[in-house]
């Protein structure tokens, strides 16, 4: 059975709905599946939805699935999360104004460090955050990200840090695991930069 945790002593005061929170990992880990197989880089998914109790004034439907991405799915070595944002900052602009607290969930940790250079999911969500004054973020993951490719990955202590409700959602380990290194062999087990 799956279960929700908060992802440090921060995070206590999140509410969590196992049930949720599992159905939408899921559907990011089918996200996932639609990215290229390579063996540089996890298979990640993410939905962005729109979250809370509906009673504050919200437009959008708590549970409402406001955009989706996965890996690679759009040009410029594109991360999960990334895509979603940008999916989301393209449709809202049409949408205003949009959810008042939002869940972004990514089936592995959202990275700090971008080995291409790139712009770190972290810090992308922190900037879209602060773009979007007034809503309320709260991150669901599925796994933390290994060491293979950037060591010691601490994207949820940092979001957490700048006061972004963190929580990973344990039991579907070994599913977004195999989805996330499908395509990897046995030269990227280990490889640290």
């Known amino acids: 059975m799956a279960s929700s945790t908060p992802s440090t002593a921060a995070a206590t005061a999140a509410t969590v709905d196992d049930t949720t929170d599992v159905h939408f990992l899921r559907q ?3 996200q996932a599946d639609k990215a290229p197989l390579r063996a540089d880089n996890y298979r990640v998914g993410a939905l962005l939805v729109a979250d809370g109790d509906g009673d504050d004034g919200d437009d959008a439907n708590p549970g409402t699935i406001l955009a989706t991405g996965y890996t690679h799915e759009l040009p410029g070595n594109t991360h999960a999360e990334e895509c979603c944002l940008l999916k989301y900052a393209a449709l809202a602009a049409e949408h205003t104004p949009g959810p008042h ?34 809503v309320g973020v709260r991150v669901v993951v599925g796994v933390r990200e290994p060491d293979t490719f950037v060591r010691a990955n601490d994207g ?33 087990e280990g490889k640290h930069d």
């Open 28 to 30: 990011a880990l089918a």
């Open 101 to 134: 607290r939002v869940a972004l969930y990514t089936t592995m940790e959202p990275c700090v460090r971008r080995l291409s250079g790139k712009m770190a999911c972290v810090q992308r969500i922190e900037r879209w955050r602060k773009a979007t004054s007034g």
């Open 156 to 188: 949820l202590r940092l979001l957490e840090e700048a006061g972004v409700r963190c929580c990973v959602v344990s039991g579907l380990e070994q599913e977004i695991m195999r989805v996330a290194t499908a395509g990897h062999g046995p030269t990227t």
